[in-house]
Structures are given as structure tokens and as C-alpha cells.
Nanobody
Framework: VQLVESGGGLVQPGGSLRLSCVAS????????MSWYRQIPGKERESVAG????????NYADSVKGRFTISRDNAKNTVYLKMNSLKPEDTGVYYC?????WGQGTQVTVSS
């Protein structure tokens, strides 16, 4: 199993980023996919999840209305579109399925 995240970077408050996670080595189209983040000084937390066909999504209260999770099963890719970013969104964002994790991508929100 391999999960490879990309799309992180430095963005000003109020800005946007789109994270991508390309998956391989398992049946992506049958798998629930999630995004987590680890903010400095805090435990890793769930940000968003999406069911295998994309029919159901869930979000942490802190990101509802600002973040959108989506997937393209033809490309074995899950996305996290992040709008209206805040400094408190700064952290390392990880792609997850079952017990597997990507290496993470750093998101820094700062002016």
C-alpha cells in the first residue's frame, strides 16, 4: 500500500490550497479514505472522510464549510480542497485508509 500526498505549501490567511493523495496497492474504489492533520503540540486529528463511492462525507467541526473532500476513483486519488485558511490550520496533513498512512504534506498558513 502506498499513499502519496502533495499540494501543501505556504499560503496567506484567507487563501486556498488543494491537497492530493495518490493511492496504490489496494482496492481504492472500495475503500473509505480520510484526511488527518497534526498541528504542532496536538495529537493527530481527523479532518474529513469520504466513503468508497463518494456518497457520504464527514468533516471535523473546525473545517466544516471551508474544506471539501472528494475523490476520483478512475485516478485512485482523493483530494482535500481547503478554502478560507486560518493560521490554526497550519500542520502536517496525512492521507489515510484503514491502518495505512502517507508521509504527510506540510501546510503553513501565515502572513
Amino acid at each position: 500500500v502506498q499513499l502519496v500526498e502533495s499540494g501543501g505549501g505556504l499560503v496567506q490567511p484567507g487563501g486556498s490550497l488543494r491537497l492530493s493523495c495518490v493511492a496504490s496497492g489496494f482496492s481504492f474504489s472500495r475503500s473509505v479514505m480520510s484526511w488527518y492533520r497534526q498541528i504542532p503540540g496536538k495529537e493527530r486529528e481527523s479532518v474529513a472522510g469520504i466513503t468508497s463511492a463518494g456518497g457520504s462525507r464527514n468533516y471535523a467541526d473546525s473545517v466544516k464549510g471551508r474544506f471539501t473532500i472528494s475523490r476520483d476513483n478512475a485516478k485512485n486519488t482523493v483530494y482535500l480542497k481547503m478554502n478560507s485558511l486560518k493560521p490554526e490550520d497550519t500542520g502536517v496533513y496525512y492521507c489515510n485508509t484503514a491502518s495505512y498512512w502517507g508521509q504527510g504534506t506540510q501546510v503553513t498558513v501565515s502572513s
